[in-house]
Every structure is written in C-alpha cells, then in structure tokens.
C-alpha cells in the first residue's frame, strides 16, 4: 500500500514529467577521458538549469585539485573541499551562486590531487548526508581514470560522458568508460558530444564510440542531443557566467536545455559492483580503442 510520502512523491514525479523537469533527486555526474572537452561547462550549466527548474540544487566541483567551476559561476571562493577534510562543517563551506549552492574544490593543491581512500571517503560521506538536504545534485568529475573519478560517477543517479569529436577524444572516452566498467560495472550510460559542427558529425562520432563500446564493453550507451561549437559559450566561460543565463537564445544554450531535458527524463545509469569494494590490480591498457577509433 502507499503511504502519503509515496503518493506525494509520485505526484512531483509526474508534475515534473510533464513539465519536461528534471525529477527531483537526480544526481548528474559529468565525465570524461579529456580535458577540455567541456564537462565543467556542461556542469555549470546544468546546474543553474535545475536551479531555474525550481529546484534546490548542490554543485560538486569533484575536480578537487585542478577546479575550475568556481570561474565559470564568477566566484573567487574562500573555502573549498580542503576545509572539510580538515574539519569545517560542509555547510560553512558552500558558495552560493546563480541559485545554486557550490562545493569547491581548489586549483592546484597537491594533498587533494593525492588523496588517500579514507580521506576521499570522508569526502563522500559528506557529500551523500549534504545532498538528502537538495532536490538535484551535479557533480563535475575530473577527467580520466583517477579512483576519485570512477568514485564521483558511482555517486550519480545519471553519468554522462561528454567528448568532442576528435579521435584522441573517442579514445579516452572508451578508455573512461572501460575503467567504469572494470571498477563499478557501469551497464548504462548517457554520451554528449559537445563543442561540435554538426548534427551527423555528432552522430558520426557516437557511432564509432558505440561501435567500439558495444563489441568489447556491452555498456548500453544513450545517445544525447548534441551541444554545437559555440562562440557565445566560451565567450560566457570568459565572464564566469553559464551561457544559459548570459545568453539564453545561445544555439549552444538551446542545445543545452534539449541535452539536459533529455536526460534528467531517462531511466537512471546502471551499476553491478559496489564503487567502494576496491577489485585487484585493473588492466586499464587499450590497444583495441587505439586502432578502432581512427
Ligand atoms: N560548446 C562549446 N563551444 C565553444 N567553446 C566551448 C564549448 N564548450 C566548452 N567550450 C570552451 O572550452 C573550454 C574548456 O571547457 P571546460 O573547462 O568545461 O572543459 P573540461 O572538460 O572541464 O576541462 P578539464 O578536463 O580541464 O576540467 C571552456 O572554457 C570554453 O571556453
Ligand atoms: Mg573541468
């Protein structure tokens, strides 16, 4: 039988459908391979989307060392994810921003970049209590095949790869998505490639991924709008203001609230192992992404 918290909740769950919103308790990790290839774009973005989506929303900049989301919201924070190790209170840490409340990472502090797994699992305790208190949560994971990484994405509910369309990008994305599949069994994910021509280069590129991804991965992989090459984005990562609120009518805007639309309304990623049972020693080599992507 249901009780009144299940049918209130189902009741949002519906509002929200069909609004095209995204429901509330969505965690999006954004991930990928390489750098620059714009996750913490698409994060800043994101984040000020479920913002104006009436949604209480926590941003995560899991780039704990090299950060960068705090320039893209305009912020020159005082505290960061440094603090709370040390012992501050989460709270006193965030940053409040655009309508959305940011945990800061800092750029260039090499303890961060160097984390011990007790230290990097009392982040994650953190930032698990620290979220029941928000309806969404974006989390902004470093690039690559880092534990802390791999241990970000296990936090969401949806995990999306953002790539460009060059090979180099193709191949780091596989290789991504494979140390995913080895340390938390990643069956499902969401791919955006961003910063991109057209709609069948676009295509074109997750084609060759899926290829690759379903002959030696089996991950099921969801293909999302694309996000074009946009002058007015970068422009507005140069004022520290996300390009959906600098520039709504953006067509990198537009491509945005289609991509995160998509999404937030899609059935959530799928993992088969615990993230925090750590396996043996991985073989993380990738010569079939080396020779598939070209
Ligand atoms: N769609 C786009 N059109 C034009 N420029 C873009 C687009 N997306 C991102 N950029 C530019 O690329 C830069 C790098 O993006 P971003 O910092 O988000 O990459 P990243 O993947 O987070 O990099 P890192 O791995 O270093 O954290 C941005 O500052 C922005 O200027
Ligand atoms: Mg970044």
Redesign the pocket.
Known sequence: MNTMADVISLDRFRTAQRRGKPQPGTTIA?T?G???????????NASVWMAKNELRTLTVDG?FS?A?LNL?FGLAPERSVLDVLRGMPVENVLERAHGVDLLPGLNGNSMLANLDPAQAASIYVEIETLRDAYEATVI?A??GLSDVGIEMCALASHVVL?LSPEPTSLADAYACLKALTARVGLDRAFVVV???DSASDAHDAFTRLEALVSRFLGVELCELPY????????????LGSPVLLQYPDAP?SR?LVSMLTAVSSMAPSTFTHDAFVIPGPEDFTRPEAMEDVR
């Open positions: 954004f990928g390489k750098g620059g290839v714009g996750k913490s774009f698409v994060s800043a780039d090299m960068d893209l902004d470093p690039t953002v961003n910063r991109v996000i074009p090459a946009d002058a007015r984005a970068a422009t507005a990562c140069a990198s491509a």
